[in-house]
């Protein structure tokens, strides 16, 4: 069945560093793909998507590049702050329904 | 815009219990989802309706979970009787329509079963 895996987390950065979270997934057919973001005491909402190979999803500085030959769609960002601190999760949805599936989640947290 | 609606925001009760969560999705969204969300892993999809129909309901316990949404507008999600792993952050998203559309997610109930 589909599934996404996340690098283990928690990631600790210093504020403007560089920003990479790993994800790869399995599926049957052409999903498309997101990142979505919790922020503390607020609900998920969705950060970025790419719904076809090669597409990039950007927004508020984070990018992610859907790589059909390696399943990857690996999260970056050139300089983290400290409000970037958050729960990400990276899912894909497949079907006419779009259901999504679920990476586990990683925490960042940026320091000063 | 107002977003969606969730109540409560926690609830404690005892196994065996039962217990009802409430969705009112934003307006005009016809698609809703209810999701689970142990600690430490993704949402999981439970269910999924579009209007008052079901979609996909093959992630719901239906042993013991069962959802509805009447007039196809709010939803409720009701567990009888609980288990300890029932345990949880329940989820509800709606979007416009499912395909290629985005969710967007209420913010959640915890539930705690002791």
């Known amino acids: 069945g589909d599934s996404v895996t996340q690098m283990e987390g928690p990631v600790t950065l210093s504020e403007e560093a560089f920003l990479t979270i790993n994800c790869t997934y399995t599926a049957t057919g052409y999903p498309s793909l997101f990142w979505y973001v919790q922020y503390p005491g607020e609900g998920l909402q969705l950060l970025l998507k790419?719904?076809?190979?090669?597409d990039k999803g950007s927004n508020k500085g984070f990018e992610a590049t859907y790589r059909k030959e390696t399943t990857s769609f690996h999260l970056e960002k050139g300089s983290v702050q400290v409000s970037d601190s958050a729960v990400y999760f990276c899912?894909?949805?497949?079907?006419?329904?779009?259901?999504?599936?679920f990476g586990k989640g990683i925490t960042l947290s940026v320091r000063p | 815009e107002a977003g969606v609606a969730q109540s409560p925001r926690y609830k404690i009760i005892e196994k065996r219990q039962s217990v009802a969560f409430w969705c009112n999705p934003i307006?005009?969204?016809?698609?809703l989802y209810w999701y689970q969300q142990i600690l430490g892993q993704g949402p999981k999809l439970l269910i999924q309706?579009?209007?008052?129909?079901?979609?996909?309901d093959s992630q719901l316990p239906k042993d013991r979970f069962s959802a509805e949404r009447l007039k196809g507008v709010d939803s409720t999600l009701k567990i009888q009787p609980a288990k300890l792993e029932d345990s949880a952050v329940y989820l509800c998203?709606?979007?416009?329509?499912?395909?290629?559309?985005?969710?967007?997610f209420g913010p959640g109930t915890r539930l705690t079963v002791l």
């Open positions: 309706f579009q209007n008052n129909g079901v979609v996909d």
């Open positions: 790419a719904t076809k190979a090669d």
């Open positions: 307006s005009g969204h016809a698609t």
């Open positions: 998203a709606s979007s416009l329509a499912p395909a290629g559309n985005e969710q967007f």
């Open positions: 899912a894909l949805g497949t079907g006419a329904n779009s259901k999504l599936t």
